[in-house]
């Protein structure tokens, strides 16, 4: 087993250094860029031992029990390297391996010729192995080793092209402002914003872990007696350290308020964004919630603190995909679009999760398996949107039907995905989001109608929003001239991922094993079929009308001016705070460098006054004290 976690997670980063290394001569070898092929046979490497840990550790199954495997650290402390093979992390770590190889062997073609391949290449591949540690960790601090490492690497790949000097790479109307505010975001500062803002959720999960770990005395998530520490800390310690763990997942995940981050992290390679947005960095906190709840089993806790937590979570998911959702239906940049659209997607897997609550298990596995489906989807589009932003040399949905006959490989890629990914019955996406239907339905007695309205909602604009990708960048979109660049290897990546959305399709209509067989039962019902039937005409409604041309689409492409919170509002409380703690520093540095010296030499002066060795001046003082005395003495 050892050797198999070594190749899982060292082969990605291993095979990167030399690259790394390599690009840092000067004169650069002329085989230097070479090297990319070697980055990307670890990223295969890694995604055999994946493989062989979904098929030879027994039977694949909700509730086959999880196997574990232990490497020593400092067990005095029940602190040792624990890793988990489960059916969330056998098939979580299948899917971030599959894809980062075919994004892998996308960007060998992208990249060519870029600037920063040493510097790329490492990034990218510690990318894949954080996500991969991540994955598979049943300890929470090897967990939150793999999670630093994600955001490192994300910051690294954001802001790959720090120089800013092409505006192809930027986000937003370059030179465009609101009041204050610059609308347009380069890659530098991307890339710290991406970073500050993750941080402001981990800083709360670090020390969540550490709570748990003096009140359970251990870090792994299997072991932790969830029942006998809400006996210890009762319903608001319980609601306090599960939020508090629960701030890096949604930071990381872009929930509100923490989402613009993923909007202006399109800055980076395309190859970055399609990696991020499916299978690493922001599913990681969606799955990370999947896999707490999946030991914590919420369901057997009713009248505890952890109904708050699963009502936040629920409400929190279903606000930000709806918000997410409207700001993909204003956006005009390909990336930025299909950000905003994660961002959605991700709400909607936390929302089905949190419903684990009042209904089961199911409610895990319908947002695990939406995940599953989301990811090769939203990759497929990435990849095209990279494709396109290459031969187009525009960021902007710009294309007719002279770009579908020109790349017909993205142009069915794009259609297959967006359809596949919107739930119009009976493909992929459809059957997982009935069971998401079945399950928001079943909070009708606790909760209302409320959440099942949101969903449908949410899916509808969601339809919506895929078919104006489909049509402004192949359909309706205005005419634009093409530079042809190649892209074979950029079209073999995309089709072999879109390949993947029929394959889970055909797992999806042919399985009868949990958890298919409900989303059978709840993909024939009639309720199911007809919000099928209303995000099929949402779809159709959307291709003909693509683009909201009024202020009220603008707002939405503004984001909803929630820019204004991160880079106004924040930077001013910080600005504030920063100026407070100047004004303190002075006060001491004052106080230890000015004033308690200066107080020092003056009472040092006065007793070397005091102190000169003549008895006449002693006996002054003493014959002036007496006299003081009989003064004060007459006076009372």
């Known amino acids: 087993m050892i050797e198999v976690l070594a190749i899982l997670f060292l082969a990605p980063i291993f095979s990167s250094i030399p690259i790394a290394i390599a690009w840092g001569i000067e004169p650069r070898p002329r085989w230097a860029e070479k090297l ?14 994946s493989l062989y840990l979904l098929i030879y550790l027994g039977e694949l199954s909700p509730e086959a029990k999880p196997i574990k495997y232990t490497i020593e650290w400092i067990p ?53 192995a954080s996500m991969l ?80 770990f003096v009140l359970t005395g251990t870090l792994n998530i299997s ?55 499916s299978a690493t960095m922001v599913a990681a906190g969606t799955y990370i919630f999947m ?11 009713h009248g505890h603190g952890y109904e708050y937590v699963y009502i936040l979570v629920l409400f929190l998911g279903l606000a930000s995909a709806l918000y997410g959702a409207l700001v993909a239906a204003g956006c005009l940049e390909r990336k930025v679009l299909l950000a905003a659209s994660t961002m959605s997607s991700l709400g909607l897997m936390f929302a089905s999760t949190a419903t684990c609550y009042w209904v ?37 949905c710009v294309g007719d039907f002279e770009v ?33 239907d079945g399950v928001m339905h ?83 019902l009639p309720s199911s079929i007809a919000v099928g039937i209303l995000v099929l005409a949402a779809y159709i409604f959307a291709l003909y009308k693509p683009q909201i041309k009024s202020k009220v689409g603008e707002f939405l492409g503004d984001r909803m001016y929630l820019p204004f919170l991160n880079d106004l509002i924040v930077a001013k409380f910080g600005w504030v705070l920063s100026t407070l703690s100047d004004y303190g520093n002075r006060f001491i540095d004052f106080m230890c460098h000015k004033a308690v010296p200066k107080l020092f030499e003056i009472y040092s002066n006065g007793t070397r006054m005091i102190q000169s060795g003549n008895i006449n001046t002693y006996i002054k003082i003493a014959v002036a004290f007496v006299f003081i005395v009989v003064l004060i003495a007459a006076g009372w």
Not at 40 to 49: D, H, I, T
Not at 176 to 200: E, V
Not at 291 to 301: A, C, D, G, N, V
């Open 291 to 301: 896999r707490l709840s999946w030991y914590i089993e919420p369901w057997k806790f």
């Open 36 to 49: 990319s092929y070697l980055s990307v046979f670890g990223l295969f490497l890694s995604l055999l031992a």
């Open 404 to 436: 579908a006959k020109h790349l017909k490989l993205a142009f069915i890629a794009t259609v297959a995905a967006t359809l596949s990914l919107s739930g119009i019955p009976p493909l992929t996406a459809y059957w997982v989001k009935s069971g998401m």
């Open 76 to 128: 005095a402390l029940n602190i040792n390297f624990v890793f988990i093979f489960d059916y969330l992390s056998r098939i979580m770590g299948v899917l971030t391996a599959l894809i980062a190889f075919l994004i892998g062997v996308y960007g060998l073609e992208y990249m060519r010729n870029d600037y920063r391949l040493g510097w790329y290449w490492f990034f990218f591949n510690l990318f894949t």
């Open 223 to 277: 072991e932790i007696d969830w029942h006998g520490l809400e006996g210890k800390v009762g319903t608001v310690g319980i609601v306090i350290l599960i939020t508090a763990f629960s701030m890096g997942l949604f930071a990381k995940s872009a929930q509100l308020p923490f989402s613009d981050w993923l909007m202006t992290a399109m800055t980076g390679p395309t190859t970055v964004s399609a990696l991020l947005h």
């Open 133 to 212: 540690l991540t994955v598979y960790s049943d300890n929470m601090l090897l967990l939150f080793i793999g999670w630093e490492g994600l955001g490192l690497a994300s910051w690294g790949l954001i802001g790959h092209w720090f120089r800013d000097d092409d505006e192809l790479s930027y986000v937003g109307n370059v030179g465009r402002k609101i009041w204050k505010l610059n609308m347009f975001w380069t890659p530098s500062f991307a890339g710290w914003r991406a970073i500050s803002t993750i941080r402001i959720g981990d800083m709360p999960m670090f020390f969540a872990i550490a709570a748990f």
């Open 360 to 396: 089961g298990k199911i409610g895990i596995l319908v947002g695990f398996w939406y995940l599953v489906t989301h990811a090769f989807a939203k990759a497929t589009l990435f990849l095209v949107a990279g494709h396109l932003i290459h031969e187009t040399h525009d960021r902007f």
């Open 442 to 524: 079943a909070l009708e007695h606790e909760l209302g109608y409320l959440p099942l309205v949101l969903l449908i909602l949410t899916s509808m604009v969601y339809s919506g929003f895929l078919a104006k990708f489909l049509s402004l960048n192949f359909i309706k979109g205005k005419h634009v001239h093409i530079h042809p660049h190649g892209g074979k290897l950029m079209e073999i990546s995309y089709t072999a991922m879109f390949l993947m959305l029929f394959l889970l399709l055909a797992i999806y209509i042919t399985s009868y094993e949990k958890p298919f067989k409900e989303f059978h039962h709840e993909g024939f």
